[in-house]
């Protein structure tokens, strides 16, 4: 395919109007306002019915409604203080309110399409949030922990390069300053803190506690959270057997499957700041999570030959269930030379998460009749995860930077998967053919510089080169089979700014990523899902690699913010599922690497106000997508212009009383052999401010029921359709009370450009 075929989308998107969402936003505060340290939290969010009053951070004068949106050279933050939604769902709650970012039905997360996305927590790597079991945090982690969510498509140098669609930085909420006595006078005590409790249909509820103690030179915060859930889905799956020469359908397999979930879930962290000295802080935090599910499924599969005549039938039973377990440590060095930004700060990270998985199943064969076969899977899999980050930023007289680093990141994954099977419960032999254990280690290591200056009173400039050298090892232990990779990259990064006028700017980016394999990826090991579905790694898998380039315009007017985003990116060899008939109408699926992936599109963003009580928020991006199949089987070179697009309405109908309504669409996802379907939601949104403390919230999650969808392949061989319903509607009652800390403040801004680790 050539890439001048994207050139008609591109008129086309960039004579879209520039209208469609965020919040209103002043021009950041100049460099130097905040000093640099932990990426800072802010206090509990402000009461929507703020007013538009002006609020001092140190010699900053910003507006409450400003700091819904914050933009810099290289990324931009959206806060979550009036996301009623966030404030008693999950992660993924918080997510699919954003501009860019999609999180499907089982928690996947992707960024303009691309599933290849990085999630730190205030700037540096989460375990929890990484390897193959992020999608279930996400539908765990609670959405209330965020202050604000940071957006980077194309990150500069100093973050990892490890993610083609960018990065995602989730900041958490931070302690308000302790009150500052008399000189001489006795250290002050501040204590601040909430509780939430909301209560849901169906039995659902979650609660969430958080505090804060400041005195002197030390500062402990912590918070809590847990979850129950009442979850049920439901899947129908048409597979058709095709003749490979006529095309003619030779067999016809119908699943229908359902299937009852119990999710529950904690999550804690307790962290201690300790000055000690006016230039140098020591910070430390312990964390900790347990998530686990209970279910019960049913399933009937039935086959059908060409005449439709039925040659196999029959019901699998089961229960199952897994469980999450999780804990890390970090500890931090900063020390300021001064109080221009200029630092030095060290940090070691330790996480170790241990996953399990069960399930017993009973296939009751009708056509043709035989014995009940029992099939109890068993798979637990753990990874340890450490982490060394060293960060030097030096300000210039000159009003430039420069940061410079180091990063070591050191990952050991372990999987142990054993099926057995039997006549009874009590008479089940393990099947070797489908028991595993595997093992591996990555390593990386990493240099890196970036370089920030101003060439003028309109001109500003971010260059960066990361170094980074790779190695993986993986060993099949039942098989004793080995493989590794190692390799070095370079990834630069460039970043220009310009100020056209007072209320609009232009901005410029490239950055050069990387997606490596998940090491369980390289596993070669076949995995059995149900009879008709297996999947298995693939140890030939290579990393694949995106050059990704953006052109931004921005306006300022007033309380009215519009932004337009022209970006392409051209990855080699993108990762795609590839699924293969191996007989009998079972599926393969294995990940495999594409020749190539372009997107070329265009992001739109508005918000501002329709009347003085009633805010907006809107985006649209619009995109075409271009895959080069490269030879892959029943692949072939595919091409589509997809559309996604968000809308919330703010409503501040009394002083007390503020109403929220937010809608978004996720168009079709292009796959190497078919396409996932669009799907949406509505949510509402309603808060009361019963007093300064207390205030009372309502909130309905997908009340059209609509956010499902469907998956199609269509390849030589073989034709499918799966249809899924998630339910994920939900209604919630809950009450928050705040106290300490004084009254609640507009929250202030931060300067979320600093890098992952502050500097």
Same mark, same amino acid.
């Given at each position: 395919?050539?890439?001048?075929?994207?050139?008609?989308?591109?008129?086309?998107?960039?004579?879209?109007?520039?209208?469609?969402?965020?919040?209103?936003?002043?021009?950041?505060?100049?460099?130097?306002?905040?000093? =640099?340290?932990?990426?800072?939290?802010?206090?509990?969010?402000?009461?929507?019915?703020?007013? +538009?009053?002006?609020?001092?951070?140190?010699?900053?004068?910003?507006?409450?409604?400003?700091?819904?949106?914050?933009?810099?050279?290289?990324?931009?933050?959206?806060?979550?203080?009036?996301?009623?939604?966030?404030?008693?769902?999950?992660?993924?709650?918080?997510?699919?309110?954003?501009?860019?970012?999609?999180?499907?039905?089982?928690?996947?997360?992707?960024?303009?399409?691309?599933?290849?996305?990085?999630?730190?927590?205030?700037?540096?790597?989460?375990?929890?949030?990484?390897?193959?079991?992020?999608?279930?945090?996400?539908?765990?982690?609670?959405?209330?922990?965020?202050?604000?969510?940071?957006?980077?498509?194309?990150?500069?140098?100093?973050?990892?390069?490890?993610?083609?669609?960018?990065?995602?930085?989730?900041?958490?909420?931070?302690?308000?300053?302790?009150?500052?006595?008399?000189?001489?006078?006795?250290?002050?005590?501040?204590?601040?803190?909430?509780?939430?409790?909301?209560?849901?249909?169906?039995?659902?509820?979650?609660?969430?506690?958080?505090?804060?103690?400041?005195?002197?030179?030390?500062?402990?915060?912590?918070?809590?959270?847990?979850?129950?859930?009442?979850?049920?889905?439901?899947?129908?799956?048409?597979?058709?057997?095709?003749?490979?020469?006529?095309?003619?359908?030779?067999?016809?397999?119908?699943?229908?499957?359902?299937?009852?979930?119990?999710? /529950?879930?904690?999550?804690?962290?307790?962290?201690?700041?300790?000055?000690?000295?006016?230039?140098?802080?020591?910070?430390?935090?312990?964390?900790?999570?347990?998530?686990?599910?209970?279910?019960?499924?049913?399933?009937?599969?039935?086959?059908?030959?060409?005449?439709?005549?039925?040659?196999?039938?029959?019901?699998?039973?089961?229960?199952?269930?897994?469980?999450?377990?999780?804990?890390?440590?970090?500890?931090?060095?900063?020390?300021?030379?001064?109080?221009?930004?200029?630092?030095?700060?060290?940090?070691?990270?330790?996480?170790?998460?241990?996953?399990?998985?069960?399930?017993?199943?009973?296939?009751?064969?009708?056509?043709?009749?035989?014995?009940?076969?029992?099939?109890?899977?068993?798979?637990?899999?753990?990874?340890?995860?450490?982490?060394?980050?060293?960060?030097?930023?030096?300000?210039?007289?000159?009003?430039?930077?420069?940061?410079?680093?180091?990063?070591?990141?050191?990952?050991?994954?372990?999987?142990?998967?054993?099926?057995?099977?039997?006549?009874?419960?009590?008479?089940?032999?393990?099947?070797?053919?489908?028991?595993?254990?595997?093992?591996?280690?990555?390593?990386?290591?990493?240099?890196?510089?970036?370089?920030?200056?101003?060439?003028?009173?309109?001109?500003?400039?971010?260059?960066?080169?990361?170094?980074?050298?790779?190695?993986?090892?993986?060993?099949?232990?039942?098989?004793?089979?080995?493989?590794?990779?190692?390799?070095?990259?370079?990834?630069?990064?460039?970043?220009?700014?310009?100020?056209?006028?007072?209320?609009?700017?232009?901005?410029?980016?490239?950055?050069?990523?990387?997606?490596?394999?998940?090491?369980?990826?390289?596993?070669?090991?076949?995995?059995?899902?149900?009879?008709?579905?297996?999947?298995?790694?693939?140890?030939?898998?290579?990393?694949?690699?995106?050059?990704?380039?953006?052109?931004?315009?921005?306006?300022?007017?007033?309380?009215?913010?519009?932004? =337009?985003?022209?970006?392409?990116?051209?990855?080699?060899?993108?990762?795609?599922?590839?699924?293969?008939?191996?007989?009998?109408?079972?599926?393969?699926?294995?990940?495999?690497?594409?020749?190539?992936?372009? +997107? %070329?599109?265009?992001?739109?963003?508005?918000?501002?106000?329709?009347?003085?009580?009633?805010?907006?928020?809107?985006?649209?991006?619009?995109?075409?997508?271009?895959?080069?199949?490269?030879?892959?089987?029943?692949?072939?070179?595919?091409?589509?212009?997809?559309?996604?697009?968000? %809308?919330?309405?703010?409503?501040?109908?009394?002083? /007390?009383?503020?109403?929220?309504?937010?809608?978004?669409?996720?168009?079709?996802?292009?796959?190497?052999?078919?396409?996932?379907?669009?799907?949406?939601?509505?949510?509402?949104?309603?808060?009361? /401010?019963?007093?300064?403390?207390?205030?009372?919230?309502?909130?309905?999650?997908?009340? %059209?029921?609509?956010?499902?969808?469907?998956?199609?392949?269509?390849?030589?061989?073989?034709?499918?359709?799966? +249809?899924?319903?998630?339910?994920?509607?939900?209604?919630?009652?809950?009450?928050?009370?705040?106290?300490?800390?004084?009254?609640?403040?507009?929250?202030?801004?931060?300067?979320?450009?600093?890098?992952?680790?502050?500097?």
């Amino acid at each position: 395919m050539s890439k001048l075929k994207l050139a008609p989308l591109l008129g086309a998107v960039l004579a879209l109007p520039a209208g469609a969402v965020l919040a209103a936003q002043t021009p950041p505060p100049a460099a130097g306002t905040q000093q =640099a340290q932990t990426p800072p939290a802010t206090p509990a969010p402000q009461d929507a019915e703020d007013k +538009d009053e002006p609020a001092t951070v140190g010699d900053v004068v910003v507006t409450a409604r400003a700091n819904d949106v914050r933009t810099s050279i290289d990324s931009i933050s959206y806060s979550l203080a009036d996301d009623l939604q966030a404030a008693n769902g999950t992660l993924a709650e918080a997510l699919r309110n954003l501009p860019s970012v999609d999180v499907d039905p089982q928690g996947n997360v992707s960024l303009r399409g691309d599933s290849n996305v990085t999630i730190l927590v205030d700037g540096r790597p989460s375990a929890i949030l990484s390897g193959p079991n992020r999608a279930d945090a996400v539908l765990q982690l609670p959405g209330s922990r965020y202050a604000r969510i940071e957006v980077m498509t194309n990150p500069s140098a100093a973050y990892s390069p490890e993610g083609s669609g960018g990065v995602i930085n989730l900041i958490t909420k931070p302690t308000p300053p302790a009150a500052v006595g008399a000189p001489g006078a006795p250290a002050t005590t501040t204590t601040t803190g909430s509780l939430r409790v909301n209560v849901g249909d169906n039995g659902r509820w979650n609660l969430g506690a958080s505090g804060s103690r400041q005195r002197g030179k030390l500062t402990l915060t912590g918070d809590v959270n847990y979850r129950y859930d009442d979850q049920n889905f439901a899947f129908d799956r048409l597979r058709e057997q095709l003749d490979p020469v006529t095309g003619a359908v030779t067999s016809t397999t119908t699943t229908v499957q359902e299937s009852d979930m119990i999710q /529950k879930g904690v999550f804690a962290r307790l962290a201690a700041e300790y000055r000690l000295t006016d230039k140098t802080m020591l910070t430390g935090e312990l964390r900790a999570n347990r998530f686990e599910a209970d279910s019960e499924a049913w399933g009937l599969f039935e086959t059908r030959d060409a005449s439709g005549a039925l040659t196999s039938a029959y019901a699998r039973d089961g229960v199952g269930g897994f469980s999450m377990d999780g804990w890390g440590a970090t500890a931090r060095v900063l020390h300021q030379f001064d109080t221009s930004g200029h630092e030095w700060s060290n940090e070691l990270r330790y996480d170790r998460n241990d996953h399990e998985n069960t399930s017993l199943n009973a296939n009751v064969f009708s056509v043709p009749a035989s014995p009940t076969l029992y099939e109890q899977q068993s798979n637990l899999s753990a990874q340890e995860t450490v982490g060394f980050t060293s960060a030097y930023t030096r300000p210039m007289d000159d009003g430039s930077k420069l940061r410079a680093g180091y990063e070591l990141s050191l990952s050991r994954p372990d999987q142990d998967a054993v099926l057995r099977r039997g006549p009874s419960e009590a008479a089940l032999a393990p099947v070797p053919s489908l028991s595993n254990r595997f093992e591996a280690e990555q390593t990386v290591h990493a240099l890196y510089a970036t370089y920030e200056r101003p060439f003028g009173e309109k001109l500003s400039a971010q260059f960066g080169l990361r170094l980074e050298q790779a190695e993986v090892e993986v060993e099949d232990v039942t098989n004793a089979v080995r493989a590794s990779q190692d390799y070095f990259r370079a990834y630069p990064t460039g970043h220009l700014q310009y100020k056209l006028t007072d209320a609009q700017t232009l901005r410029a980016s490239y950055s050069r990523r990387i997606q490596r394999p998940q090491p369980t990826q390289l596993n070669p090991f076949v995995s059995y899902g149900d009879p008709l579905n297996l999947r298995s790694g693939n140890p030939n898998l290579e990393p694949q690699e995106t050059d990704s380039f953006e052109a931004m315009w921005q306006m300022r007017q007033g309380q009215s913010f519009y932004q =337009a985003t022209a970006y392409y990116r051209d990855t080699t060899k993108a990762f795609t599922d590839v699924a293969t008939d191996v007989g009998g109408g079972v599926l393969l699926t294995r990940p495999e690497n594409l020749g190539a992936r372009r +997107d %070329l599109g265009v992001e739109v963003t508005a918000s501002g106000r329709l009347h003085p009580t009633l805010r907006y928020n809107a985006s649209l991006n619009a995109f075409r997508q271009e895959i080069d199949a490269a030879g892959i089987p029943g692949a072939r070179d595919r091409e589509s212009d997809l559309v996604t697009g968000r %809308l919330s309405l703010n409503w501040q109908a009394t002083p /007390k009383d503020f109403v929220q309504v937010m809608g978004f669409w996720q168009g079709d996802q292009l796959l190497a052999q078919g396409t996932r379907e669009s799907g949406g939601m509505v949510n509402l949104g309603y808060r009361r /401010k019963l007093n300064e403390t207390l205030s009372l919230q309502f909130t309905a999650r997908d009340i %059209l029921n609509s956010f499902g969808g469907a998956t199609t392949y269509d390849t030589p061989l073989f034709r499918e359709r799966v +249809d899924q319903d998630i339910n994920l509607r939900a209604f919630y009652l809950g009450l928050t009370w705040s106290f300490g800390g004084g009254p609640r403040k507009p929250e202030p801004q931060f300067d979320f450009s600093t890098g992952p680790t502050g500097g």
